[in-house]
């Protein structure tokens, strides 16, 4: 069974070259199986989140709610987008070199908590490219994903409420930043990761 729905004609490969090209990111919709998606999200339905805050050396600049990293689930997660075949095509797409391998984790924004992480990059441990993908398919407000640059402050894309299974990809350079805006109202759950060069190991 294919776990990720990677397999793209040469016109819809254009597309997304000539998309990342011109903003940094692409839209991926209906990126996992829908069997595996399911089952990812039956799981999660009977794991416990725990809060995690965002923190740098200099202060701390979000909060959500994340399922522990020893949790089978997550496994699962960086199981599937470790997979070499998705990583050709990323790196078709992209022109980001070579990647080695993807980690990755979940995470859930709820209402009334105050769920959200500031403008940052992601620049550490040979990361290459970042993905959201939505897990969840409770209707929310809110919780925009924001890609800008870093100097200028123009933002690049932004994307509000996903569709279960829905991903974005994204460049991580120290020219750009991206953020989770504060979710407003409903649940907003997603699996995050980065797929990284060679010289990392999960």
């Not at 959500?64 to 095509?89: K, M, R, W, Y």
């Not at 897990?135 to 890609?147: D, Q």
Request: hydrophobic letters at 35%; one cysteine or more; charged letters at 25%.
């Amino acid at each position: 069974m294919q776990l990720v729905n990677f397999n793209l004609d040469q016109a819809l490969l254009e597309q997304y070259k000539a998309e990342y090209a011109e903003t940094n990111c692409i839209l991926l919709k209906d990126m996992l199986n829908p069997k595996i998606l399911n089952k990812l999200m039956d799981k999660l339905d009977k794991v416990i989140f725990q809060t995690k805050f965002e923190t740098s050396e200099e202060n701390k600049f979000g909060k959500v709610l994340f399922v522990d990293q020893h949790e089978p689930v997550v496994a699962t997660f960086n199981f599937i987008f470790n997979d070499t075949g998705l990583f050709s095509c990323l790196e078709d797409i992209t022109n980001c070199g070579t990647i080695d391998n993807f980690t990755g984790r979940i995470h859930r924004s709820e209402e009334g908590e105050n769920h959200r992480i500031d403008w940052h990059g992601d620049n550490a441990d040979h990361r290459l490219l970042a993905i959201t993908i939505c897990l969840g398919n409770t209707p929310y407000t809110g919780a925009a994903f924001e890609l800008r640059e870093r100097s200028s402050k123009k933002i690049t894309r932004s994307f509000g409420q996903l569709n279960a299974g829905d991903a974005l990809i994204f460049r991580i350079d120290p020219q750009l930043e991206h953020r989770l805006a504060p979710l407003e109202t409903g649940r907003r759950t997603v699996g995050v990761g980065w797929f990284r060069a060679p010289g990392t190991k999960n």
